[in-house]
């Protein structure tokens, strides 16, 4: 019985000196992450720039929507127009860069409209985009009429989303004449 005895103790003593890992194996598991992580990180970083890509051109699109739905419901012409330095009126040129708003403009001036208490204006202010991110368009402004067409005559107006970084790709939103909104 004495043999049972020590041969069950030394299982014990062998059991507990092999609990854990040895140095030798948590660095080779460390070198493996981290020539992973290596691995990893460029992909992550072109998915995070193609996500907050799509996700200026999704707000784009959706303020351009909103714009033409306003001068519908309203009933008077609406205007997305790049934002000047206060964010409260359109700016001339067609950087995009700085923001844009929405803004009622129902004296056809291509201007924000006063403010007032019961119609507030601009409707939606936007700040500036990314810094990795472009935005230029063909124009200063675009014009939604009550009837959503951009108005007889007018020119498709286009705005172009691109980026800083190598490889980006361009992302156009077109607005035709009669106000239709496509993204290609």
Not at 86 to 94: E, P, Q, V
Request: charged share 15%.
């Amino acid at each position: 019985m004495s043999l049972g005895t020590d041969t069950q103790g030394a299982r014990a003593r062998l059991c507990a000196s092999q609990r854990g890992f040895t140095l030798i194996e948590l660095v080779i598991v460390m070198s493996i992450a981290s020539i992973l992580a290596l691995i990893a990180v460029p992909s992550l970083v072109g998915t995070l720039r193609d996500f907050r890509q799509k996700s200026a051109l999704s707000l784009v699109v959706s303020d351009l929507n909103h714009a033409r739905s306003e001068a519908i419901k309203r009933n008077t012409r609406m205007l997305m127009c790049v934002r000047d330095a206060a964010g409260t009126g359109c700016a001339t040129g067609a950087n995009w860069q700085a923001g844009w708003l929405v803004c009622t403009d129902a004296d056809g001036n291509d201007a924000c409209d006063a403010s007032t208490a019961t119609s507030p204006n601009p409707v939606i202010v936007r700040p500036a985009l990314d810094a990795a991110l472009t935005l230029t368009g063909s124009a200063a402004s675009v014009r939604f009429n009550a009837n959503s067409s951009q108005g007889v005559g007018a020119a498709a107006a286009t705005l172009t989303l691109g980026g800083t970084w190598s490889g980006a790709t361009s992302r156009v939103v077109s607005v035709a004449g009669t106000g239709y909104i496509s993204k290609q």
